[in-house]
C-alpha cells in the first residue's frame, strides 16, 4: 500500500513540474519512484524516507547543474553562438519600412521580416538597425546608432 503512496505522490510532483518548469520538482519526483521501489521490496517506512531524501538530494545535486548549464545561452556560457542566438545583437540593413506590423531587413546578405521593438518606431529604407531578439522568423529590431564602414 505504502509504494502506491509513493507512486501517487511522485505523479503529483511531475504535474507539478509541469506546471512550475524549474526542473527542481522532477527530481523529488525521482526520489518518490524510488522510495516506492524500496516499498514493494518491503522495507520499512524509515528507510523508504531515507531513500526518497539520498535519491532526490543527488538528483538534484548531480543531475540538476547538468541540465542547467545545457539551458543556458552561448553567451552565458561563454560559448560561440549559432543560430538565432547568432542572429540577435547583429547589425542589419532596411530593405521595406519597418515599423510594428511589417518590414524587411537584410542580415548578412539574408533576408529576414521585421518588426520594430517597441511598435511606435519607424526605419526607412537604407536605414541600419539592431537585432534585438527573434520570434519565429521575425527580427525584432531597434534603431543602430552605431557607424557603419
Not at 524500496?38 to 531513500?51: C, D, E, S
Not at 526518497?52 to 543556458?72: D, N, T, Y
Not at 519600412?97 to 531587413?105: F, K, Q, S, Y
Amino acid at each position: 500500500m505504502e509504494a502506491v503512496l509513493w507512486v501517487v505522490l511522485a505523479i503529483a510532483l511531475a504535474i507539478g513540474e509541469a506546471f512550475a518548469a524549474t526542473f527542481l520538482i522532477m527530481f523529488f519526483a525521482v526520489g518518490a519512484l524510488a522510495a516506492a521501489g524500496a516499498a514493494a521490496l518491503g522495507a520499512p517506512l524509515l528507510v523508504q524516507a531515507i531513500v526518497f531524501a539520498i535519491v532526490s538530494g543527488l538528483s538534484v545535486g548531480a543531475i540538476r547543474p547538468i541540465i542547467m548549464r545545457h539551458q543556458r545561452s552561448a553567451a552565458e556560457a561563454g560559448e560561440t553562438a549559432f543560430g538565432i542566438e547568432a542572429i540577435e545583437g547583429s547589425k542589419a540593413t532596411v530593405l521595406e519600412e519597418v515599423d510594428a506590423d511589417h518590414g524587411l531587413i537584410k542580415i548578412d546578405g539574408e533576408l529576414w521580416t521585421a518588426r520594430s521593438f517597441d511598435g511606435t518606431e519607424r526605419y526607412l529604407p537604407g536605414e541600419h538597425v539592431r537585432v534585438i531578439k527573434v520570434k519565429g522568423a521575425t527580427a525584432i529590431v531597434w534603431r543602430d546608432d552605431t557607424p557603419h564602414i
